[in-house]
Antibody, heavy 121, light 107 residues
Framework: QVQLVESGGGVVQPGRSLRLSCAAS????????MHWVRQAPGQGLEWVAV????????YYADSVRGRFAISRDNPTNRLYLHMDSLRPDDTAVYYC??????????????WGQGTLVTVSS | EIVMTQSPVTLSVSPGERATLSCRAS??????LAWYHQKPGQAPSLLIF???TRATGVPARFSGSGSGTDFTLTISSLQSEDFAVYYC?????????FGGGTKVEIQ
C-alpha cells in the first residue's frame, strides 16, 4: 500500500533554514509527480510546490518562490523541501502528496500525515 | 493566480439529509477540479477529480458536477463520518490553488 512519511519538522528561528523529507513506498516513485501542501494552525490548505516525475519541472506558490526548493531522489524514493529565509507565517503542518496520474500533473490521491514546522524566536 | 471561493463557510446538516457545497473559480479551470475532505487531526483525502469522477473507494453518495468556473459537491445522505471540512482545488493553471473550505457540521 502507498505510504508517505514526512520528517524534518521542528522549531526554527526566523531567517534560518530547514529541510523536510518525505519517504515514499508502495508505488513506483519515479513515475509520479509529487507535491508539498501546507496548513497553518486552524487554517485551510495551501499548495506549496510540485516536482515532475523525473525532477526536471518544478512549480511554486508565489508565497515561497525564491525561498523554497523542491527536489527528489528517485533511487532512494525520497522527496525533499529545502526552506530558506523562514518567516513566522511559514509555520504550518507540511504534507507531501502523490500525484494521481503517472507522468502528468493532476490531483493528489495519497497524502502523508504531515510534519509540523514552527518558525519562532 | 486563480482564486477559488467556496460557499457556504459552514453548513449545518442533520444526518441523512442532503448537503450541497459550492466552489467558484475566478477564471475557467475547465474540468480540472478536485474535492478533498479532511477530518480533525487527519490528512486530507481525495474525493473527486476531474470535477465529477469519484476517487477509488469513495461512496456513491458523493457526486461532483460543473465545469469552467462553477462547481458543486453533493452528498446525498450525510453519514456521521462525513462531518468534516471540504476543500476544492484547481489544477488547471500554476500555481495550484485551494478554496478556503466548507465545514459540514451536525445540526
Amino acid at each position: 500500500q502507498v505510504q508517505l512519511v514526512e520528517s524534518g519538522g521542528g522549531v526554527v528561528q526566523p531567517g534560518r533554514s530547514l529541510r523536510l523529507s518525505c519517504a515514499a513506498s508502495g508505488f513506483t516513485f519515479g513515475d509520479y509527480g509529487m507535491h508539498w501542501v501546507r496548513q497553518a494552525p486552524g487554517q485551510g490548505l495551501e499548495w506549496v510546490a510540485v516536482i515532475s516525475y523525473g525532477g526536471g519541472d518544478t512549480y511554486y506558490a508565489d508565497s515561497v518562490r525564491g525561498r523554497f526548493a523542491i527536489s527528489r531522489d528517485n533511487p532512494t524514493n525520497r522527496l525533499y523541501l529545502h526552506m530558506d529565509s523562514l518567516r513566522p507565517d511559514d509555520t504550518a503542518v507540511y504534507y507531501c502528496a502523490k500525484d494521481r496520474v503517472p507522468y502528468y500533473f493532476d490531483s493528489a490521491d495519497y497524502w502523508g500525515q504531515g510534519t509540523l514546522v514552527t518558525v519562532s524566536s | 493566480e486563480i482564486v477559488m471561493t467556496q460557499s457556504p463557510v459552514t453548513l449545518s446538516v442533520s444526518p441523512g439529509e442532503r448537503a450541497t457545497l459550492s466552489c467558484r473559480a475566478s477564471e475557467s479551470v475547465s474540468s480540472k477540479l478536485a474535492w478533498y475532505h479532511q477530518k480533525p487531526g487527519q490528512a486530507p483525502s481525495l474525493l473527486i477529480f476531474g470535477a465529477s469522477t469519484r476517487a477509488t473507494g469513495v461512496p456513491a453518495r458523493f457526486s461532483g458536477s460543473g465545469s469552467g468556473t462553477d462547481f458543486t459537491l453533493t452528498i446525498s445522505s450525510l453519514q456521521s463520518e462525513d462531518f468534516a471540512v471540504y476543500y476544492c482545488q484547481q489544477y488547471d493553471k500554476w500555481p495550484l490553488t485551494f478554496g478556503g473550505g466548507t465545514k459540514v457540521e451536525i445540526q
